[in-house]
């Protein structure tokens, strides 16, 4: 009797452990945890806190999808486009030149297109800042830097990247400065130091290091840019449109700087799951409040801008939530995987 009655007890502790389930990937369990890495760029720029941001936000809100995502620094877009190749990072913030260059086997890229990167949306305006010293200024304007000890951003960065191919549009290459290759922070102290005449800091406004640059009073200004000298480089390659920089946007600036932007997206490679790119862009835009508190670049973030300027078609998840959200999808951004 006692015999029996121990395994009519035992049978019932296995059902019950059964019902509440275990810690496992199975049925009725704890989602499988996802470390996600999302690459930026250099601590100084925009890249960094926004893709912090991201990753502290679905952290967050995806704690029961087991999903965990952390921002880490780089040297920026064509690293990025080599940490998804290897599986290093499943995210990157992504200059749309560089993007567009790893899809066309172009550039940076020649022979060696990356098929396998997807987008996930357009998320702020990347805003071209020439740095230069006030004695060296003559123009005003992005042709200033010829002759100049001028940084060109980190090597192999898009940074680097896209200023060369804004010089190559007004006819100049390294030969006509002299490069140095620094971060957006290194470069303004070298400025202060006297040590550097110039240098590109691309990145969305207000950028940390020319708020720093004039908050301290460094003598320099940010270089305009011109109507010609737009049309020129968008001959070289067709990705920027011009931007104004609202007088106020940084201390001392009482007048609108006339430069250009290109736009800066969310890649992703094609690898990562439908589902969890699905949630990802869902928790993304359900949040954008959240994202606004993060960078002042971040308020540009908007659903009916989600699709501009991608140079990669939208990954499988991404493409399911715009399309939930009633987007209309041109033909070129829609993913192979659902055609």
């Known amino acids: 009797m006692k015999k029996h009655l121990f395994l009519v007890l035992t049978s019932i502790l296995v059902l019950l452990l059964a019902a509440c389930g275990g810690t496992g990937s199975g049925d009725g369990g704890e989602k499988k945890q996802q470390f996600l890495t999302i690459a930026t760029a250099s601590s100084g720029g925009t890249y960094y806190p926004i893709g912090v941001g991201m990753g502290n936000l679905w952290t967050e809100k995806l704690q029961g999808e087991g999903i965990k995502a952390t921002g880490q620094s780089s040297a920026g877009s064509v690293e990025n486009i080599d940490l998804l190749r290897k ?53 005003g304007t992005i042709s200033d830097i010829e002759g100049t000890t001028f940084s060109v951003g980190p090597q192999a960065s898009g940074t680097e990247q896209s200023t060369l191919v804004m010089m190559e549009g007004i006819n100049l290459t390294k030969e006509n400065i002299k490069p140095e290759y620094l971060g957006y922070d290194d470069t303004v102290s070298a400025m202060r130091d006297g040590r550097l005449d110039g240098g590109s ?139």
Do not use: C
């Open 87 to 139: 599986g290093e990072a499943q995210l990157a913030i992504l200059q749309g030149l560089i993007g567009a260059q790893a899809v066309a086997g172009s550039g940076n890229f020649e022979g060696n297109a990356y098929e396998d990167l997807r987008s996930i949306s357009m998320l702020w305006p990347n805003v071209e800042h020439f740095l230069m010293m006030n004695d060296k200024v003559s123009t």
């Open 201 to 339: 800091v691309p990145a969305g406004i207000p950028v940390a290091a020319v708020m720093d640059m004039y908050a301290s009073g460094v003598d320099a200004t940010v270089l305009e840019v011109t109507d010609e000298q737009l049309e020129a480089i968008n001959n070289v390659y067709n990705t920027w449109y011009r931007f104004v920089i609202p007088a106020g946007t940084y201390p001392n600036v009482d007048k609108d700087i006339n430069t250009i932007a290109q736009p800066n997206f969310l890649g992703v490679t094609k690898e990562l799951d439908e589902e969890t790119v699905y949630q990802l862009t869902k928790t993304l835009y359900e949040n954008l409040d959240f994202m606004y508190g993060v960078h002042d670049s971040a308020k540009d973030m908007t659903l009916e801008t989600a699709l501009d300027g991608l140079p990669a078609p939208l990954h499988a998840g991404a493409y399911k939530y715009f399309k939930e959200k009633g987007l209309e999808i041109p033909e070129n951004l829609i993913p192979p995987e659902a055609k």
